[in-house]
């Protein structure tokens, strides 16, 4: 199937550790995107990546570091999680950035939950 | 700051009705909308989107308008059906780097 797919679909540790959340496309997209749904049910964009190279980076703790090791993959890596991380994280993909208008094609996200 | 607000929470209609879903936002630069549909445990997936050149853009049942004056976008589904029964998230392009500006949702319901 081409998709957006996300592992794990949930996450469950405790304060202080170090996790992370991988996500995959095939859809041949060069652009892929991390938001986070906080508990407001907002979804916010966090960081996003343009043939590996890192192109948005909103104010999110230094804690949070995404990497891309190549077009089809953008994982989030999460260091000394703390309880305010608790949330769902939906990765995304899409064909080009700003001036092309196609969507963005979702993953169904990881819900995080720190105990 | 929300730049890009659903003033309703959710929204209840019988089936075959219409259902009109509503967006506001801030920023009179925002080119390019979009609307998502979520169901429960899934992504959100693409639904219908607009350019700022257009004020109506149809694809079968669903209608997005966009009232640039106004800073208004809504989106019509005519008839609904229960399987319409979901999140919607209205959405706008900020600047050149793809970012998307997401509304709270809207909850929507289609009674049979």
């Known amino acids: 199937d081409t998709a957006v797919s996300q592992t794990p679909k949930y996450l469950v540790t405790q304060m202080g550790n170090d996790k992370s959340i991988k996500c995959e496309q095939n859809?041949?997209?060069?652009?892929m995107y991390w938001y986070k749904q906080d508990s407001k049910k907002f979804l916010k964009i966090m960081f996003s990546?343009?043939?590996?190279?890192?192109?948005i980076n909103e104010t999110v703790p230094n804690r949070f570091s995404p990497k891309s090791p190549d077009k089809a993959h953008l994982n989030l890596h999460i260091n000394s999680l703390e309880l305010g991380d608790s949330a769902v994280y939906f990765c995304?993909?899409?064909?080009?950035?700003?001036?092309?208008?196609?969507?963005?094609?979702f993953g169904d996200g990881t819900r995080l939950s720190i105990l | 700051d929300q730049q890009v607000k659903q003033n309703s929470p959710s929204l209840s209609v019988q089936e075959g009705r219409i259902s009109i879903l509503n967006c506001d936002y801030t920023?009179?630069?925002?080119?390019?909308f979009l609307w998502y549909k979520k169901y429960p445990a899934e992504g959100p997936t693409f639904l219908i989107s607009?350019?700022?050149?257009?004020d109506k853009n149809e694809d079968g049942r669903f209608t997005v308008f966009l009232n640039k004056s106004a800073k208004h976008l809504s989106l019509h589904i005519v008839p609904s059906q229960p399987g319409d029964s979901a999140v919607y998230f209205c959405?706008?392009?900020?600047?050149?780097?793809?970012?998307?500006?997401f509304g709270q949702g809207t909850t929507l319901q289609v009674k049979p």
């Open positions: 990546y343009n043939n590996k190279e890192l192109i």
């Open positions: 959405a706008v392009r900020s600047g050149n780097t793809g970012k998307l500006i």
């Open positions: 920023n009179s630069m925002f080119d390019y």
């Open positions: 607009i350019s700022s050149i257009k």
């Open positions: 995304a993909s899409s064909h080009g950035t700003g001036r092309t208008n196609q969507p963005q094609h």
């Open positions: 859809l041949g997209h060069d652009t």
